[in-house]
């Protein structure tokens, strides 16, 4: 029995059984990690109500046959209790979950910077500092710049021409200059590009003083980027969507 401990954000359960869970977590060390929690969902479970979505935990485990088991569970921090009283911010923090099991996709593939960027966003989302779409839409475009996937917003995405260009086509890569246009790109407003790149950039002050509409532009183009670049939907962003 192979003994190993970690931290990690718990982004996703599942019912096993009768009493089982099975656990998926995104890990500082380890990365993608399903694992089981055997009795978790038993009321007098030591650790059941540490495994819960959102929740920073320190886990100890045991490599099992198919599925590991969590033998131990401690809280580091629990972000469910700032997000789930409030609509916007739970389904924000709904997508960045559903986005981040997604977009590492490989189990037990270290991916530290993909954990330290979603710890970071839950964070800066329970604090209630920023607005959370643009928590949600920052989270997006950054976790897709880690895996390669970052959309060009200050050259051409084809021919590499530097400027502020005013079309972007999610196909090509980002923004593309009017030579290499190609059918089917949009015509965003010269804001929502520079507010895309404030987000990507952590220029919190630029993002903060941005108009209504063109976050909600911005919001349209991170999420049809993202949904491009994972093939799979990501089904939680209608609820944002919607908020």
Same mark, same amino acid.
């Given at each position: 029995m192979s003994l190993y401990r970690d931290e990690g954000?718990?982004?996703?359960?599942? $019912?096993? /059984?009768e009493a089982d869970r099975i656990v998926t977590l995104l890990t500082r060390r380890t990365g993608l990690v399903r694992a089981v929690g055997k009795g978790v969902r038993r009321t007098k479970s030591r650790f059941g109500a540490r495994l !819960?979505?959102?929740?920073?935990?320190?886990?100890?485990? =045991?490599t099992g046959r198919t599925l590991d088991v969590i033998t131990q569970a401690e809280t580091v921090r629990a972000y469910g209790e700032a997000v789930v /009283?409030?609509? #916007?911010? =739970?389904? &924000? &923090?709904? &997508?960045?979950? %559903?986005? &981040? !099991? $997604?977009?590492?996709a490989v189990e037990k593939d270290p991916a530290l910077r993909q954990f330290l960027l979603l710890i @970071?966003? *839950?964070r800066t989302l329970g604090e209630g500092t920023h607005d959370s779409r643009m928590v949600l839409d920052a989270y997006l475009l950054r976790s897709l710049a880690v895996a390669g996937y970052a959309p060009a917003l200050q050259e051409c995405a084809r021919c590499g021409t530097r400027g502020e260009h005013r079309s972007f086509a999610v196909h090509a890569g980002g923004s593309v200059c009017s030579v290499c246009r190609p059918h089917g790109a949009t015509h965003p407003a010269a804001q929502t590009l520079r507010l895309m790149l404030a987000l990507l950039g952590g220029d919190w002050p630029a993002a903060? +003083?941005?108009?209504?509409?063109?976050?909600? %532009?911005? #919001? @349209?183009?991170? +999420? +049809?980027? *993202?949904?491009?670049?994972? %093939?799979? @939907?990501?089904?939680?962003?209608?609820?944002? %969507?919607?908020?």
């Amino acid at each position: 029995m192979s003994l190993y401990r970690d931290e990690g954000v718990v982004l996703r359960t599942q $019912k096993l /059984g009768e009493a089982d869970r099975i656990v998926t977590l995104l890990t500082r060390r380890t990365g993608l990690v399903r694992a089981v929690g055997k009795g978790v969902r038993r009321t007098k479970s030591r650790f059941g109500a540490r495994l !819960e979505p959102f929740s920073h935990v320190d886990v100890q485990l =045991y490599t099992g046959r198919t599925l590991d088991v969590i033998t131990q569970a401690e809280t580091v921090r629990a972000y469910g209790e700032a997000v789930v /009283g409030d609509y #916007s911010r =739970y389904t &924000a &923090a709904t &997508a960045m979950l %559903e986005t &981040a !099991e $997604k977009i590492v996709a490989v189990e037990k593939d270290p991916a530290l910077r993909q954990f330290l960027l979603l710890i @970071g966003a *839950l964070r800066t989302l329970g604090e209630g500092t920023h607005d959370s779409r643009m928590v949600l839409d920052a989270y997006l475009l950054r976790s897709l710049a880690v895996a390669g996937y970052a959309p060009a917003l200050q050259e051409c995405a084809r021919c590499g021409t530097r400027g502020e260009h005013r079309s972007f086509a999610v196909h090509a890569g980002g923004s593309v200059c009017s030579v290499c246009r190609p059918h089917g790109a949009t015509h965003p407003a010269a804001q929502t590009l520079r507010l895309m790149l404030a987000l990507l950039g952590g220029d919190w002050p630029a993002a903060d +003083a941005s108009e209504e509409r063109h976050r909600n %532009e911005c #919001s @349209g183009l991170v +999420a +049809a980027y *993202l949904q491009w670049h994972l %093939e799979n @939907g990501i089904r939680s962003l209608r609820l944002v %969507e919607r908020s």
